[in-house]
């Protein structure tokens, strides 16, 4: 278990004995409050395998492919300096947001003194402009155009009033290192933003302090090779945080694509197209289509077809290392269509390829509570997960089962009754 410099725990590792134990009689109140609110029983990493297979079988040692990986419940935030800048992103259209996002911006300012950035399509909106709270502070606000100005290096923070849209709206704004993103549930769904805009001031505050838990969400990243394209010019490169989509668009044919892993070729899609998603984007349109619900900290992409024509074509989890590459079939009756995370939709015609892979670049999604429970209640209130009326127990059965009995005595004594005074 690690901890964050902040938290007052420091050197715990150096106190551990040879079996990895520690002895809490040397930590003093400070560091056991610390300890009890970050204490896991189990690592959410799986134990690492035993190395050697019986008296003869093991695996060969090789220094270089040795890598540390990092428990996620023990991933939190920490700022090495104070953040001065920070990114507000809210839900367009939606004039419910637009109180929550006046009142935050002016706390931001005149309490935090941050510098705050909004989209240059706020400081036009007519709906903000006609609001004198708003005109009170819009001049100390910076704006971006998006596609325009290069917002790298110039935003410590994120924070997100809306849905899921704004969150991966602020992962296409960052197409490499993303900032802490904080999302406030303020849209329709809000599987991705797990604070509640109540008491939005404490929360702020202790995540600019650093007390909080980091969901690390990774992005593929998506390189379309074309035949035909100039080679001086670049391929068309994205990361997604949710999906790819390689779609039949508006062809009424099916779509025939091949699927490779590593160079190899897997098998050849024929049906509505192919959904290649994150663990974040199993619960989005990959559940819709029948792909399995993973929690984001999972290291793996998802390939899910849509409306296959062949019943025993299940969806498949795959290792995060890999390398997908997805191309027309030779004998494919038209072209397919590609979007990422639902947007910039590109055509895919014979002989183009689309590479898929992990990215080095994840999104670092600060959690309510932590990185299981945020993702939980996430399922139980916006899926319904497992809901379902509960099944009674034999007692009820039995009580009810003597009431109906009862009933039917009741009613048969009444009608004897009836023929016997007749």
Not at 48 to 71: E, L, W, Y
Not at 301 to 320: E, G, K, Y
Request: aromatic share 8%; proline share 6%.
């Amino acid at each position: 278990m690690s901890s964050s410099p902040e938290s007052g725990v420091v050197g715990l590792g150096e106190r551990m004995d040879d079996d990895g134990k520690l002895s809490l009689e040397n930590l003093n109140l400070d560091e056991l409050k610390t300890l009890v609110s970050m204490w896991r029983t189990r690592s959410l990493n799986a134990p690492s395998p035993v190395q050697q297979f019986g008296p003869c079988g093991r695996i060969m040692k090789n220094s270089a492919m040795v890598i540390t990986v990092q428990d996620p419940a023990s991933q939190r935030l920490t700022w090495y300096k104070n953040p001065l800048s920070v990114l507000v992103i809210k839900k367009v259209r939606d004039m419910s947001v637009l109180p929550p996002f006046i009142q935050l911006v002016r706390w931001l300012i005149q309490e935090k003194s941050m510098i705050v950035f909004v989209e240059h399509s706020v400081m036009e909106d007519t709906m903000l402009t006609s609001n004198s709270g708003f005109m009170e502070i819009r001049e100390k606000l910076k704006s971006f155009q998006d596609g325009k100005d290069d917002l790298t290096d110039k935003i410590d923070f994120i924070i997100c009033l809306g849905g899921d849209g704004t969150l991966l709206y602020a992962s296409l704004l960052f197409q490499k290192s993303v900032p802490p993103i904080m999302a406030f549930h303020l849209g329709s769904l809000g599987f991705l933003t797990p604070f509640k805009f109540d008491n939005f001031q404490q929360q702020v505050t202790n995540v600019l302090e650093g007390h909080a838990a980091l969901t690390l969400r990774s992005r593929l990243r998506c390189i379309i090779v074309r035949k035909n394209e100039d080679k001086e010019k670049p391929p068309l490169n994205l990361l997604v945080l949710n999906e790819v989509v390689i779609d039949r668009g508006p062809s009424p044919y099916l779509s025939n694509i091949d699927l490779f892993l590593d160079g190899k070729h897997i098998t050849s899609v024929q049906g509505d197209g192919l959904i290649v998603s994150t663990p974040t984007g199993s619960t989005a349109y990959a559940v819709a289509a029948g792909a399995s619900m993973i929690h984001p900290s999972v290291p793996a992409i998802m390939v899910t077809p849509i409306c296959p024509h062949s019943l025993s074509f299940r969806p498949i989890v795959v290792p995060a290392g890999v390398e997908l590459k997805i191309m027309l079939s030779p004998d494919a009756r038209s072209t397919a269509w590609v979007s990422f995370d639902g947007r910039n939709q590109q055509e895919l015609c014979a002989d183009d390829s689309l590479r898929v892979t992990t990215s080095i670049y994840s999104v670092p999604s600060i959690c309510a509570q932590d990185q299981i429970t945020d993702w939980f209640d996430s399922l139980a209130e916006c899926l319904h997960w497992n809901v379902r009326k509960r099944q009674k127990h034999f007692e009820e059965l039995s009580d009810l089962t003597h009431s109906k009995y009862d009933d039917a005595l009741d009613s048969t004594s009444k009608d004897n009754y009836l023929l016997t005074t007749d």
